[in-house]
């Protein structure tokens, strides 16, 4: 279940603003419309949003390989620019354009037609690292799940979120393929509903037993003793572990840490921002309201109240009881082990 690769010459995209009840797939050319789907959330999911990132930058480059070197150069910095203003709060957005930033960097003595494809052997060595790191992350992860476990997630983390395969879901079907007899409950997520109408959906194609659950319902199930362990992705982690993610993650750490529950966050290193002291200097986006006076395209609230919609929480490093990335697991003290994961090679 890939939601973004490069096939004939275009960028394609599922469509997972229309998922579960339609599966469309869309195709790119020009880097406007990429950048336009990524803010449309019709991509989404940070490493997903790397990935197309970068092969917007590639398209962009396609557009202008024909321009004088000064001028490719100077419009690169415009297509980089917009790219990188489409969503704020994920990092491998950021990771991966800068990615493409020094590919050009070191380049400079070639013709802007030579570093086309150079920009596209590098955007799809980024597409192909994401899967394979989502791999890694599932095999470290499987072994902090034991048989029989129940696990609780939120949002989506899985192959829709990534190049393939997945995060936090990726460590959930490393855990099954390994033959433990394990089940899910997926909060459904609100206001955008990633947990019902794809975690339910990815987790429900691949014959993996899973429950699905209203936001509101996660706190009885711990009380109930349903839930045994809680995995979930992450946007941006701070050099001191702290973590934004879907909104909703904070109030799910909050239960998992009253009810003595397991609180894992499963992303690759490319989520971690190392220069970011604490969660606290993260820019949390703001959405647009609609997505809560609205769903799927009927009225829920009455017009002129006031609303919110931040689109991402901070949990803090306290109430996370590991972090597990594609080169290994990490333990507190974060502020001292996740510095370490810069010395393990790429």
């Known amino acids: 279940m890939k939601p973004v690769y490069l096939e004939d010459g275009e960028l394609k995209l599922i469509d997972q603003t229309k998922l579960p009840t339609e599966f469309i797939v869309h195709s790119y050319t020009d880097y406007r419309k990429?950048?336009?789907?990524?803010?449309?959330?019709?991509v989404r999911g940070a490493p997903a949003i790397g990935v197309t990132a970068g092969y917007g930058v590639y398209f962009g480059a396609l557009e202008y390989q024909n321009e004088p070197k000064d001028v490719f150069y100077d419009k690169m910095k415009e297509v980089c620019e917009l790219l990188?203003?489409?969503?704020?709060?994920?990092?491998?957005?950021?990771?991966a354009i800068k990615r493409m930033e020094d590919v050009m960097a070191a380049n400079v003595d070639k013709e802007p037609a030579q570093l086309v494809a150079i920009l596209k052997d590098e955007a799809q060595a980024i597409c192909a690292e994401d899967i394979q790191m989502c791999r890694d992350m599932g095999k470290h992860g499987a072994e902090l799940i034991h048989q029989n476990d129940t696990i609780l997630t939120h949002c989506n983390a899985g192959a829709l979120a990534t190049a393939d395969y997945g995060t936090a879901l990726g460590v959930i079907r490393a855990a099954h393929e390994a033959g433990k007899n394990i089940s899910v409950y997926a909060d459904e997520t609100r206001p955008f509903l990633q947990g019902a109408r794809l975690t339910a959906y990815e987790l429900h194609a691949d014959?993996?037993?899973?429950?699905?659950?209203?936001?509101?319902m996660a706190g009885w199930m711990m009380k109930l003793g349903k839930i045994d362990g809680v995995i979930v992705g992450a946007d941006r982690i701070a050099a001191n572990g702290d973590v934004a993610n879907k909104i909703g993650t904070y109030s799910v750490s909050v239960l998992a840490k009253a009810h003595g529950i397991p609180m894992y966050v499963a992303a690759p290193t490319s989520t971690i921002d190392f220069a970011m002291k604490s969660g606290d200097e993260i820019v949390i986006e703001q959405?647009?309201?609609?997505?809560?006076?609205?769903?799927?395209?009927?009225?829920?609230?009455?017009?002129?109240?006031?609303?919110?919609?931040?689109?991402?929480?901070?949990?803090?490093?306290?109430n996370v009881t590991a972090i597990i990335t594609e080169k290994g697991v990490v333990y507190p003290p974060y502020d001292i082990n996740i510095p370490k994961l810069k010395e393990f090679p790429s």
């Open 34 to 42: 990429i950048a336009k789907a990524i803010v449309d959330m019709i």
């Open 84 to 95: 990188a203003s489409t969503r704020p709060t994920a990092v491998n957005l950021f990771w």
């Open 207 to 216: 014959g993996i037993p899973v429950t699905l659950i209203t936001d509101n």
């Open 287 to 318: 959405r647009d309201c609609r997505e809560i006076s609205h769903i799927c395209g009927i009225q829920v609230a009455p017009d002129g109240v006031a609303m919110e919609n931040p689109a991402f929480d901070v949990t803090p490093h306290q």
